[in-house]
């Protein structure tokens, strides 16, 4: 009695079912509670639920957890449902709208709502954010914090908050602490959160990826040191805050000290979804970090996708195709923005800058190709809950 089967999204293949007891769920429940007043300040806020709905494990455990502490209407990821909202009750309430990442793009992006005269905070799980994307939505948004979880354990683990969020700026902007901190050969910028090191058990492998435990004995299906290839590792409070003082960055973060020093997790994404090129791995996350860090592309990008192929004299090569949100504006240099993003990507990926420097000749460097919605590789739209980023068509001899 009170069991309920969530579904994965199916993001790495095939969906799997992940069975969960009463008990469980009422601590996730308290956890989301926790985070929605002490992250977003949440009191007397109307909470729009933007997350797909039906047997993922998100959607429908957001609303369970939350619509008892708050105002909240569940549309799932309905443009149109969620304007006609924001239309119905006017500028009184305090949105918070929860979503992913692209979804939420749109959103702000719609013609129909003028942002300016609401107070709307965003919520985003699912899926990384570049500091630029974040920087675009605070255009439309007052605030836009991001939880990190996953189907196969539980949707909140860790959360991010003003400290988390200003720490990652910071490590964009200073390269000393960056060498100090992150493991810069990855060429992407990690999601920094904060998480309960009572409730969960965080370790690094010898491959870099996380190691999890779930550190309650209530649960239906234990996890124990179990491994879902997300790349990370943790930085306990009192390191993180004598590194900062090291780096004279210690009074920065006065006024955002916490009631509880927890630690500091750092998320680089999915250790298989990144696509090769010349022994360079090129992830998501940096191409997103990129793509939306180009004033004039990031009004008009819907989504992107990295593809590795080989050409026709069997030399792997990479291409990078971009999903405009309608058609591609006219005048747009697409040779300029090639070289541009190229650029920005070597700048912050060491290795595709070598690779693309000093390694690949000038006909063997990425493609970078624009695209109308819904053309191209993006014909048929997308197949799955999230956003596909990487499409592989290397194919290899069986053994």
């Known amino acids: 009695r009170g069991v309920m089967v969530d579904e994965s999204s199916g993001s790495t293949g095939r969906p799997t079912s992940w069975v969960r007891g009463w008990k469980e769920r009422e601590i996730s429940k308290q956890t989301l509670q926790m985070a929605y007043h002490s992250v977003l300040g ?73 942002w300016s005269r609401h107070d709307v905070s965003v919520a985003y ?37 003003e400290r988390t969020v200003l720490l990652r700026k910071e490590i964009l902007a200073n390269e000393a602490l960056r060498e100090r901190l992150v493991w810069t050969d990855l060429g992407v910028t990690p999601m920094v959160f904060q998480y309960n090191p009572l409730a969960y058990h965080i370790e690094t492998n010898a491959e870099r990826e996380l190691v999890i435990t779930l550190a309650r004995p209530t649960n239906i299906s234990p996890r124990i040191r179990y491994n ?77 996708r990295l593809t590795s192929y080989e050409d026709e004299a069997n030399d792997q090569r990479m291409s990078i195709a971009i999903e405009v949100v309608d058609t591609v504006p006219d005048g747009l240099d697409r040779e300029l923005l090639r070289r541009e993003v190229l650029d920005r990507l070597a700048d912050v990926n060491r290795d595709f800058a070598n690779a693309y420097r000093n390694t690949a000749s ?26 596909e980023y990487v499409k592989t068509e290397l194919e290899y001899d069986a053994l």
């Open 42 to 114: 949440g009191d007397n806020a109307f909470v729009i639920n933007a997350f797909a709905l039906g047997a993922w494990a998100t959607g429908l455990n957001v609303s369970m957890c939350l619509s008892e502490v708050t105002v909240m209407k569940s549309t799932g990821p309905d443009i149109d449902k969620i304007v006609h909202t924001i239309e119905e009750f006017g500028t009184t309430p305090s949105y918070i709208v929860m979503g992913y990442p692209p979804f939420l793009k749109t959103l702000a992006d719609d013609p129909r709502v003028d």
């Open 125 to 161: 799980g699912g899926e990384g954010m570049s500091e630029s994307m974040r920087d675009y939505l605070l255009r439309s948004f007052r605030n836009v914090f991001g939880s990190y979880g996953a189907s196969d354990l539980e949707i909140n683990i860790a959360a991010e908050n």
């Open 362 to 387: 000038p006909e063997m460097h990425p493609d970078v190709t624009l695209h109308d919605r819904g053309t191209g590789p993006f014909q048929g739209g997308q197949r799955k809950l999230k956003n």
């Open 228 to 304: 879902i290839h997300d790349v990370g590792h943790v930085v306990e409070y009192a390191d993180m805050m004598r590194i900062l003082a090291e780096h004279r960055l210690r009074e920065r973060f006065d006024g955002l000290e916490p009631r509880v020093q927890l630690p500091f997790l750092f998320h680089y994404g999915r250790s298989d979804l990144s696509s090769d090129y010349f022994g360079a791995n090129g992830t998501p996350d940096g191409v997103r970090e990129v793509l939306f860090g180009i004033e004039r592309l990031a009004p008009v990008l819907n989504t992107f």
